[in-house]
């Protein structure tokens, strides 16, 4: 199973929307997934589970915080939600996942052993959905990935964030001398404005190699599907649904090309300040510490 974890440590960059997205998108596609909601907000599980139906421990009615702190099996807490989509759900106990994590040996790694157990087979990928806010849960998922994906919403602010989000990914694995999970950058919320170009060029610059083409346009739609809880299975939504299946393509590719060799951290200087297309950069300079993995 593909462990792909959707994170990114600003709030509001369309982590939730595009993990359930893609989950939805490949399932439809016939590929079995299992959608981790990692977030104790419970955003995506709300999607398919009204808030009395959240996983409370009692028998039966496991999630997330039983897989990790109760010795449940992932593959028996996952309930199938659509045709080839099962959801391991999160629940309000999970906004206490740090403290809880505080009591556990070993506490970050959790979550990689509850999804290798889970038998070759019986999903093709898992699609976890994190918090905005680094903690015990994020670094759980980082550690339980083979790809990781940071979206940006087509604003600077996010970009610097998913900057120092990809830089701290990679000074952690190397404190675990462990490799660092191939990453992809999606550009979300994308318009056609000059400010939303120019953080697609800098996202270019920076992450030449490791930049989903797909750019996920802005669309009102998704705050209406939101509102009902719908997705895009469930619902037309022809703009969101084409983008994220122009994504969950470049996701397969990149999943099955031979496995890139995943490069030290290079430095690479990145423009700031406010970048014209066409003309050159006036932005300061700075250093950042970028990891890079062959796409
Ligand atoms: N393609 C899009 N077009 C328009 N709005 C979008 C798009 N993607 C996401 N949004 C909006 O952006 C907001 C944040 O999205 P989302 O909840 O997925 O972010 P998040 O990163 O999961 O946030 P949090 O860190 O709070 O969990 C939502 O209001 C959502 O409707
Ligand atoms: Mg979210």
Redesign the pocket.
Known sequence: MRVLSVL?S???????????SLAVTLAAQGCKTLLVDA?G?A?ASSFFRSFDELPDGSDGCCGIYDVLFHECRAVDAAREVRLNLALLASDPRMMKVDAALLRQPAADLLLARALRNVAAGEFEYAIV?T???WGGMVQNAVLASSHLIV?V?SEQMAYDIAVDTLSYVLNQMDAYERPCPQFRVLL???RETNACRDIAELALQTWPQNLFETR????????RL?ADRKTIGDRKSA??RE?YNNTAKEIISWLTTPTAQTRKPRRVAVKTGKPKTGKPKTGKTRTKAIGVTAA
């Open positions: 990114s600003k709030g509001g960059v369309g982590k939730t929307v595009t993990s359930l977030d907000s955003t959905d918090p905005g806010v979206p919403n979300t919320a994308y996920v346009r802005f669309t009102e739609e998704v705050k939101s703009t969101l983008d």
